[in-house]
């Protein structure tokens, strides 16, 4: 197979002029707007947008979280109750997540004894006979004893040995019992490393004072660097509203984005925010909604009885996500790039044959310039070459 080039010189030897100048001056064109192509790609792709001349690294991160705020209900379980960060924050540290208590289902009082099961159709019963001693099923909140007493003054359900009354949770309160939750903030500490360049830096930046930071909440427009972040805005920012969503608890994050380029200097190397709801809300698929979980604080009184206040909670986990990458110039992935993108060029003259021979409308013309087809003689028995016979 012929190149390009010679393709053309071919052309103008044995061709009339005119024919072959318009012909090679087509293909020329292929050619050289194929190279372009190439070009674009390398400088402008591989270099510009994807800087290839640069050594990359991924962020390594740690997060510490600290939540404020206060609040007070009246509920005629529990009366005029102040909840503080103790009450609502559990538990107190995780790894990188925070959970803030929304909402609650409260079982006071709590002691172990025989009290009625909670009714449904496993558990509803006529007869002694409708229950099975020592029969649990992972729903129950007991063991059955086999006794079938009254729930009510109408119906009678199967006794359990539990920590009594058990817990009736089928009705989850709303409004959501801490309702003002959503004016608590939560302060994000996070220390980032890229160890490939020996670089670090933290989400408060050096020009950040304690004053500043007493005072700031975190805003996209005016306070796009405050690491104090108001726990309603970040539901807000994700399209989704903070009292529907404290009802029944659910998932958010909040992105932190640490993309450098380390050949500028390091003050441009700041945190980007972003939020999103992780937990599905689909309103198709209403089975098992949101987030919760059951905890107990326990008592003890006088005459060394145990009791506990059974609580199950619902709320928001905010799972603080740190992401990134950086980059600096460094001459091993230049070279590559560059060796990678002068290989390139040779594909060019590869294009410009498929172009010219399969695509054009003159295409027959040009395989029969560009191929030259000579016969196989085969030499007769007893024939030499360069001998006198």
């Known amino acids: 197979m012929v190149s390009c080039a010679a393709f053309h010189s071919f052309l103008f030897e044995y061709d009339t002029p005119r024919i072959v100048l318009i012909r090679s001056r087509k293909v020329g064109l292929i050619n050289r707007a194929v190279q372009l192509a190439i070009l674009a790609y390398v400088i402008g792709w ?13 962020v390594v991160s740690s997060v510490i979280t600290k939540v404020k705020g206060v609040t007070l209900t009246n509920t005629s379980a529990l009366g005029a109750t102040v ?74 359900t199967c006794e359990v040995f539990a920590w009594c009354p058990v817990e009736n949770d089928y009705h989850v ?16 500490k996070n220390n980032i ?10 989400n408060i930046l050096p020009d950040i004072n304690s004053t500043y ?14 690491p104090i972040f108001r726990l309603g805005k970040i539901v807000e920012a994700a399209g989704q509203n903070f009292q529907e969503m404290a009802v029944e608890g659910g998932v958010m994050a909040l ?25 599905n809300k689909d ?14 604080k326990y008592f003890r009184d006088s005459n060394g009885t145990e009791s506990r206040t059974l609580v199950k909670a619902y709320g928001i986990r905010f799972d603080i996500i740190v992401f990134g990458k950086a980059g600096k110039f460094d001459v091993i992935p230049t070279m590559i790039n560059i060796g990678s993108g ?23 013309y040009y395989r029969e310039k560009k191929y030259k087809y000579v016969e196989d003689y085969e030499l007769g028995v007893g024939e030499t070459y360069g001998t006198n016979s």
């Open 283 to 296: 309103s198709a698929h209403t089975v098992s909604p949101g987030y919760n979980f059951r905890f107990a």
């Open 83 to 156: 909840w503080d960060v103790a009450d609502y924050v559990i538990p107190p540290q995780e790894e990188n997540t925070v959970f803030v208590m929304t909402n609650a289902i409260l079982t006071l009082n709590q002691r172990q004894g025989r009290c009625p099961e909670l009714p449904d159709d496993k558990t509803e019963c006529k007869v002694k006979n409708n229950c099975v001693p020592g029969y649990a099923s992972t729903h129950s909140n007991g063991i059955q004893t086999g006794e079938c007493v009254p729930y009510n003054s109408s119906i009678k």
């Open 46 to 58: 591989v270099f510009l947008w994807e800087k290839g001349y640069q050594e990359t690294d991924s």
């Open 255 to 279: 992105q932190i984005n640490w993309n450098c380029n380390l050949d500028r200097a390091a003050s441009h190397c700041v945190p980007k925010y972003s939020f999103r709801r992780l937990d």
């Open 342 to 364: 002068l290989a390139l060029f040779g594909v060019a003259t590869v294009l410009c044959d498929v172009v010219v021979l399969y695509c054009m409308k003159k295409k027959y």
């Open 213 to 226: 930071l007493k005072n700031c909440i975190y805003d996209s427009q005016t306070d796009p660097f405050c």
């Open 193 to 202: 490393l890229y160890p490939k360049f020996n670089f670090s830096k933290r």
């Open 173 to 188: 309160p709303k409004p959501a019992l801490l309702q003002e939750a959503e004016n608590f903030t939560i302060l994000v």
